[in-house]
């Protein structure tokens, strides 16, 4: 009896504790806020994560960042290690305007073709702001050598006084600060005694002059950066032209045409400044910025060796005469990716003395495509080899990808490859012309600039005059052509007459059928093909 007591007692003592550990869990699991344990330490670096910067909520709020304060002091010694770069440094009484979100930029998102701008002038693209990245050495500030930023006064001074504390220091930074407009004359910023390794950071917008006298007789070039080592201009500045005061045209229809314009037009002289030239320069980097309606080249880069160009824009009216996007001279070592351009010429131009070019995933149009030349002009020797150009958009442009040499130049393309084209309603997707004339006559010479080794891989879309001109010399006939995947079909648009293929002395494979079918173009070799090497000629 005692054991069959003691064993119910124990019994009941086993249901009491199971009754209690099923209260306790069962109450844990059904608040609505139960979560793993965590440690003090995870709940610390929580607390930590809500306090950084900015670049930490890039997509979620919008909410720009509060910005340190920041010295007024123009000097560029003390004071200078904690300034924020991307911000003007303002007087005591000055507001601090915040900066723009920055944007994820590990990647680079599928570029879009750029919507067609025809009219008088350019308004501001639209795109993700690249991240400011960090600044390097010494900041020098335009604002703290006395640039007004009012898109009036003039501030050439200004920015001279800048480059040439930056230039000076090396390894440095000279800062245009956001939401300013800065009216800029003709300014070099050269070298060679400039050390090296400087960052132009463009976040404001720099605005040619209007006024004839500015440009006296006429220049070759508006900002120009010589013999330079480690020049770097990047941000999310806009540098504009104002080119409308050389090609804009008065139309006694158009009501909203200024008169203005047509005054200064008779006062200005005929030759017409690039807008952003790099002459005998090293390991030159351009990103990020905005070039607009320059009056004549947007971007070009003479003697340089070690060129990158990524995430630029460039734009002008497509009626807009002679304004290139980029224009490479001489230079060497140069990649363009990921970049849009609409103008009123080459989207890209390369011209003689060119040798490793890369350029890949861009958007040109309007404009006249992507062209090697015109090469050999006035007699002269032109050299061209190991270009490529390869998974780009074209968009209602005159050209597609297009190598011009004149008659009577000597010299050689050669190792030419394009590839991956996507073409829409373009006149004339592929172009070898070795008789290109850019006179209103020019005379027949035997003489021509050799055109070797060019391949096209798939090049796709749409045309509205002619998908082939193959015009070659009779003397030095193009070899080594090669066509693969090629897929191009009409499209009717008014007052346009469409026309075949087109073949002269033209000579490669035909690797797979093409559309349409491109049957002038002779297999094989030329006869009596002596064609000397690169090395020989150039």
């Known amino acids: 009896m005692k054991l069959r007591a003691k064993g119910l007692g124990l019994l009941l003592l086993l249901v009491f504790l199971a009754l209690c550990s099923t209260i306790d ?8 806020h139960w979560r793993p344990r965590s440690s003090p330490g995870s709940s610390q670096l929580k607390k930590g994560k809500g306090k950084k910067s900015s670049s930490h909520r890039q997509h979620g709020s919008n909410r720009p960042s509060p910005k340190p304060p920041v010295s007024s ?20 009484d000055a507001p601090v305007s915040p900066s723009p979100s920055p944007a994820n930029s590990s990647r680079h998102p599928s570029p879009k073709p750029p919507t067609p701008n025809c009219g008088k002038g350019h308004q501001q693209p639209s795109r993700p702001p690249l991240p400011p990245p960090a600044s390097q050495g010494a900041v020098f500030n335009v604002v703290d050598f006395g640039a007004k930023g009012d898109g009036v006064s003039d501030d050439t ?7 040439a504390a930056a230039c000076k220091q090396g390894a440095s930074t000279v800062l245009i600060p956001p939401e300013l407009e800065f009216l800029v004359g003709p300014i070099s910023f050269s070298g060679p005694y400039c050390k090296p390794n400087i960052i132009f950071q463009l976040e404001g917008t720099i605005l040619a002059p209007t006024s004839a ?10 900002l120009e950066f010589t013999k330079l080592n480690g020049i770097v201009i990047q941000g999310n500045g806009i540098i504009n032209g104002r080119g409308q005061q050389w090609w804009t045209y008065s139309d006694p229809e158009d009501d909203d045409d200024d008169d203005t314009y047509d005054v200064e037009l008779d006062r200005m002289p005929q030759i017409k400044p690039t807008a952003l030239r790099f002459y005998g320069s090293f390991n030159v980097l351009v990103a990020g910025i905005t070039i607009v309606n320059s009056s004549q080249c947007h971007l070009k880069f003479d003697n340089c060796q070690g060129v990158m160009v990524h995430d630029v824009t460039i734009s002008s ?21 990921h970049t849009n351009m609409a103008c009123g010429d080459d989207c890209i131009s390369i011209q003689t003395g060119c040798s490793n ?7 040109c149009g309007p404009g006249h495509g992507i062209s090697i030349g015109g090469l050999g002009r006035d007699n002269t020797k ?63 010479q035997t003489s021509a600039v050799a055109v070797s080794g060019v391949q096209y891989e798939n090049i796709r879309g749409t045309f509205t005059i002619k998908p082939v001109h193959f015009a070659c010399s009779d003397s030095l006939p193009c070899s080594g052509i090669s066509l693969t995947g090629v897929q191009l079909r009409p499209v009717q648009v008014p ?18 059928p093409t559309v349409p079918p491109i049957a002038c173009l002779q297999i094989g070799k030329p006869a009596g093909n002596n064609l000397q090497t690169y090395n020989d000629i150039c």
Not at 320 to 325: A, E, V
Not at 357 to 363: A, F
Not at 417 to 437: A, H, K, W
Request: proline share 6%; aromatic share 10%; with cysteine.
């Open 317 to 337: 009216p497509e009626n807009s005469l002679n304004t290139d996007g980029i224009h490479l001279q001489n230079s060497k070592d140069v990649s363009i990716h």
């Open 357 to 363: 070019i890369n350029i890949h995933n861009v958007n």
């Open 157 to 163: 001074k200004a920015f001279e006084g800048a480059w």
């Open 382 to 444: 032109a050299c061209v080899s190991n270009v490529t150009v390869r998974d780009v958009n074209m968009f209602r442009t005159m050209n597609g990808v297009r190598i011009k040499t004149c008659q009577g130049g000597v010299g050689l393309v050669q190792d030419i490859r394009f590839s991956n084209i996507q073409v829409s309603e373009v006149q004339t997707p592929i172009i070898i012309d070795q008789f290109y004339c850019d006179k209103s006559t020019c005379r027949n």
């Open 495 to 512: 007052h346009y007459h469409l026309n075949n293929p087109f073949c002269w002395q033209a000579f490669g494979e035909l690797y797979t």
């Open 213 to 222: 006298k500015a440009w006296g007789s006429g220049l070759l070039q508006w």
């Open 25 to 32: 869990v069962s109450e844990a699991r059904r608040g609505k």
């Open 73 to 92: 002091t123009p000097s560029p010694g003390a004071g200078k290690g904690n300034q924020n770069p991307y911000q003007p440094s303002p007087t005591p």
